[in-house]
């Protein structure tokens, strides 16, 4: 029965045109990127150039004879061996003079407002500085341009004055320009539900295809002594098989083409995730600092390298995988239509990219950034990790559903004729 599956998907020729699709999509989110961080890259040097001359002009402001004291001159010379990092693409440079920006009372970014850094209050700061740390330690290049690392809390907490509104795009907004980052990428921005309503497009129908029309093509397989059981089983295993294969080929398709385009990036790249953790002590002067530093307290930031994220997500992506193929499954049972089915489970996972993010919503249980990073732990007001208990709750949803189509649905009685008397 596997060979006869495997030969009805491969005559139905759905594979390939599914690999392109998502291939197209990869590619094209990182040539946006690219794009975007070119602009942005531009944005910043201007901002930054206009960021020294306030500063410079400020400093006259205060000094009759235009002196510039020793924190002055510092303060200038940091900012401007940021714009040259930028016009150079240096990002191991760029992160280098950021982190010594930030080993001074008041943290710095050449293309930053004076109340931009002072106005942000969930912990951006501190991130900030062990994300900068973390990378000089390690002799990490930075993503370019430098900007501060923000959390899901920033835009609802920050309380940026209208004259710095300006300079908070370039301060926050990031270009993932390598293949791992890229990846990472899709992570946060919806990617997994993306890529799933692109599969189930074209392997939605697996089962709904049995009763197209109005012919019962199971009914050949119960002459052949196949049972109802076998038949869900092995259009399962099919599934998901081919939804790895599919998945994991136009990755690597996608990896060679970064490769050769940018190139994939450091594995060593820091991610921040939230751990259980002591109360720390900001080494900034702002009278908030240690306050804004422990705001998702008795949870803190903690950087962990890309490579463990990866790690994680590629075992969240799996069972998210088995899940659909379990749930594709069970609506293809169900509804039997064939095109309703399609339409069906390539709009569900699409909801999860508009609907409101509420810990009542299930589809934000599918925010793979967020549960691997275990934010979703700090919403949920855990101490742990969440990740264990919800990849589990992932499998043992689709593992019900498994159930639930395995049950025999009750068959219509066929009523004879009434003998003539």
């Known amino acids: 029965m596997m060979r006869l599956e495997l030969t009805k998907l491969w005559r139905q020729n759905k594979l390939l045109p599914g690999i392109l699709v998502l291939l197209v ?4 989110s990182l040539e946006a990127s690219l794009y975007f961080q070119l602009r942005g890259i531009d944005t910043n040097i201007e901002a930054g150039q206009v960021a020294m001359a306030n500063l410079t002009a400020s400093v006259r402001r205060h000094s009759s004879d235009n002196y510039l004291s020793t924190y002055d ?21 760029a992160s280098t003079d950021a982190w010594t920006s930030f080993t001074r009372p008041y943290p710095w970014l050449s293309y930053s407002g004076d109340g931009v850094i002072e106005g942000l209050h969930a912990g951006e700061v501190e991130a900030t500085r062990q994300e900068l740390l973390y990378m000089h330690r390690y002799h990490i290049a930075s993503m370019l341009p430098v900007t501060l690392r923000t959390n899901p809390q920033t835009a609802s907490t920050n309380n940026i004055p209208t004259s710095e ?5 370039p301060l926050t907004e990031r270009y993932y320009e390598r293949g791992w980052w890229q ?6 921005a919806g990617g997994l539900l993306i890529s799933l309503s692109v599969i189930n497009l074209f392997l939605g129908d697996i089962l709904a295809t049995e009763w197209e029309g109005s012919t019962d093509r199971t009914r050949w397989l119960r002459l052949q002594n196949e049972t109802h059981t076998k038949l869900i089983l092995t259009k399962l295993a099919v599934h998901f098989g081919l939804l790895c294969l599919l998945l994991g080929l136009a990755l690597g398709l996608f990896l060679l083409y970064a490769w050769l385009r940018t190139g994939l990036g450091d594995l060593r790249y820091p991610i921040q995730t939230w751990v259980l953790g002591k109360r720390v002590v900001s080494v900034y002067a702002s009278m908030t600092a240690t306050a804004d530093a422990n705001y998702f307290h008795p949870l803190h930031i903690v950087f962990i390298p890309l490579i463990r994220y990866l ?34 489970l390539v709009i569900i996972p699409l909801l999860g990219l508009v609907l409101p993010t509420s810990v009542y919503n299930p589809f934000t249980y599918l925010k793979g950034d967020w549960v691997i990073t275990n934010y979703f732990g700090y919403l949920l007001n855990q101490r742990g990790p969440v990740f264990p208990w919800i990849v589990g709750l992932i499998i043992g949803s689709g593992l019900l559903s498994v159930f639930l189509t395995l049950i025999q649905l009750p068959k219509k009685k ?5 003998r003539a008397t």
Do not use: D
């Open 165 to 169: 509104i300006g300079f908070y795009p």
């Open 183 to 188: 990846i990472w990428f899709w992570a946060t």
């Open 25 to 28: 999509l990869m590619i094209g």
């Open 73 to 93: 001159k510092a303060a200038l010379e940091t900012v401007e061996k940021q714009i040259t990092n930028l016009r150079h693409r240096n990002g191991y440079q």
């Open 311 to 344: 790690g994680r997500l590629g075992v969240f992506w799996v069972s998210l995988l088995f899940f659909n193929s379990a749930i594709t499954l069970l609506v293809n049972r169900i509804m039997r239509i064939r095109l309703l089915a399609l339409l069906t």
């Open 414 to 418: 066929i009523q004879g004729t009434p």
